[in-house]
């Protein structure tokens, strides 16, 4: 078995990727939208943390979050969302319909044929790195092909940093110069 290691760092902030199992694209329905708002808002009651920038895609979303000063527990609230949204998710939608098929192990661990197992984190290390970041999570769903600007896309904090004047909206009509060759976790 592969031993991941995670850095974890108290009041960090980290860039997560999250995504569905087999990359199945569902996760713009309304349903799955609502879905996961709403585990994520019940997780940041129980375990607070701070949104950054989030885009959500088809088949995985991109978050940035900064923890308490006190925690560095991630991994638990990442499992509290997919958990959240895989039990929501799956009753609301199983009118019938057919689920992918999955490994017998997976069935037998009580994995929900909904999200990948694993999750890829990155700690920002400094203010270049966390702008970056930012402007990955808001340039993706132009890099994927899904929209020809940023500013098309409505499932992302980029409205909101327009709003709060960080970006103009007109900001990632080209891609920002240094995205060539950059690699980004779970991509």
């Given at each position: 078995?592969?031993?991941?290691?995670?850095?974890?760092?108290?009041?960090?902030?980290?860039?997560?990727?999250?995504?569905?199992?087999?990359?199945?694209?569902?996760?713009?329905?309304?349903?799955?939208?609502?879905?996961?708002?709403?585990?994520?808002?019940?997780?940041?009651?129980?375990?607070?943390?701070?949104?950054?920038?989030?885009?959500?895609?088809?088949?995985?979303?991109?978050?940035?979050?900064?923890?308490?000063?006190?925690?560095?527990?991630?991994?638990?609230?990442?499992?509290?969302?997919?958990?959240?949204?895989?039990?929501?998710?799956?009753?609301?939608?199983?009118?019938?319909?057919?689920?992918?098929?999955?490994?017998?192990?997976?069935?037998?661990?009580?994995?929900?044929?909904?999200?990948?197992?694993?999750?890829?984190?990155?700690?920002?290390?400094?203010?270049?790195?966390?702008?970056?970041?930012?402007?990955?999570?808001?340039?993706?769903?132009?890099?994927?092909?899904?929209?020809?600007?940023?500013?098309d896309w409505k499932w992302?904090?980029?409205?909101?940093?327009?709003?709060?004047?960080?970006?103009?909206?007109?900001?990632?009509?080209?891609?920002?110069?240094?995205?060539?060759?950059?690699?980004?976790?779970?991509?």
């Amino acid at each position: 078995m592969s031993r991941y290691r995670r850095l974890f760092v108290p009041g960090g902030t980290y860039f997560f990727t999250v995504v569905t199992f087999n990359r199945r694209p569902f996760l713009t329905g309304s349903l799955a939208r609502a879905c996961l708002h709403d585990a994520i808002e019940q997780t940041r009651r129980s375990r607070h943390f701070r949104i950054v920038a989030l885009c959500l895609l088809p088949d995985h979303f991109h978050t940035i979050w900064t923890l308490p000063e006190d925690d560095a527990h991630f991994s638990i609230r990442l499992r509290q969302i997919k958990g959240l949204f895989s039990r929501q998710y799956m009753m609301q939608s199983a009118c019938g319909k057919p689920h992918p098929t999955q490994s017998r192990t997976r069935e037998q661990r009580g994995r929900k044929p909904v999200w990948q197992t694993r999750f890829w984190e990155h700690l920002i290390r400094d203010d270049e790195d966390f702008r970056r970041h930012v402007d990955y999570t808001h340039y993706n769903p132009v890099k994927h092909g899904l929209v020809g600007t940023v500013a098309d896309w409505k499932w992302s904090t980029f409205h909101r940093y327009v709003k709060d004047g960080v970006y103009s909206e007109e900001w990632g009509k080209e891609p920002p110069e240094w995205l060539n060759g950059f690699r980004c976790a779970g991509e």
